[in-house]
C-alpha cells in the first residue's frame, strides 16, 4: 500500500517547493510533480502516469483539490478512476478522503467550489484586460513560448510530448502552436 504524492503549479514561474515538503512530511512516496494548468487534464503526463500504475490500497495524496484539478467533472473522473483501480483520493488542506462516503460529498462541492473559482479568476481578467484596452494602455500578453523553436523540433520528428516538456507547455499546447491557432494568443 502506497501513499503517491501529486504536486502541481500552473505556470512554471510557480514554486512546487511547498507542496512537496508537506506531501513528503505525511510519508508520500513517490511525489509526481509537474507545472501546467489544472483547467483540464490535457498536458498532465505526472497525474496520467500515477492513475497508469495506481494499485488497490494506494492512496492518492494531493494537498488541495485544486491542485488535482479545477473542472468538477475532471476531479469526479479522476475518483471514479481510483475508485475502479481499488485506491483512494486524500486531500490534506481540509482533510478529506474518499475512504468514506461524507469524503465524497464534501469532494464533490470542493470540486465545484474550485471550478467557480476558476471561473471567476477568469472573469477578472477579461474584466482587466477590456478597462486596460478602454485605457488604451493593453499592449498583450507577451508569449512565453518561441512558437518557432517549437514547430522546429516537431519538424525534426520529435513526439509531442518531448517537444512539450522540453519547453513546460502541454501537449495541446504543442498542437495549437503546429495548427497555427495561437497567432495572437500569449502562452
Known amino acids: ?63 488541495r483539490l485544486d491542485r488535482l484539478g479545477r473542472d468538477t467533472r475532471d476531479v469526479l473522473n479522476i475518483v471514479h478512476e481510483l475508485d475502479q483501480r481499488g485506491a483512494f483520493l486524500t486531500v490534506l488542506d481540509p482533510h478529506v478522503s474518499t475512504r468514506g462516503e461524507p469524503g465524497r460529498i464534501v469532494l464533490t462541492v470542493l470540486g465545484m467550489v474550485a471550478q467557480m473559482e476558476r471561473r471567476f479568476i477568469k472573469e477578472r481578467q477579461k474584466d482587466g484586460i477590456e478597462r486596460a484596452k478602454q485605457a488604451k494602455v493593453y499592449k498583450g500578453g507577451t ?4 512558437h518557432e523553436a517549437v514547430k522546429a523540433m516537431c519538424a525534426e520528428g520529435k513526439k509531442k510530448s518531448e517537444v ?21 494568443v500569449t502562452g
Open 143 to 146: 508569449r512565453r513560448v518561441d
Open 1 to 63: 500500500m502506497a501513499r503517491i504524492g501529486y504536486a502541481r503549479v500552473s505556470s512554471q514561474d510557480q514554486d512546487l517547493e511547498v507542496q512537496i515538503e508537506r506531501l513528503e512530511a505525511e510519508g508520500c512516496k513517490p511525489i509526481r510533480s509537474e507545472k501546467v494548468s489544472g483547467a483540464s487534464r490535457d498536458g498532465r503526463d505526472e497525474l496520467a502516469a500515477i492513475l497508469d500504475f495506481i494499485r488497490e490500497g494506494d492512496e492518492l495524496v494531493v494537498v
Open 164 to 184: 512539450a516538456k522540453a519547453f513546460g507547455i502541454s501537449r495541446m499546447h504543442v498542437w495549437r502552436i503546429i495548427k497555427g491557432e495561437e497567432a495572437d
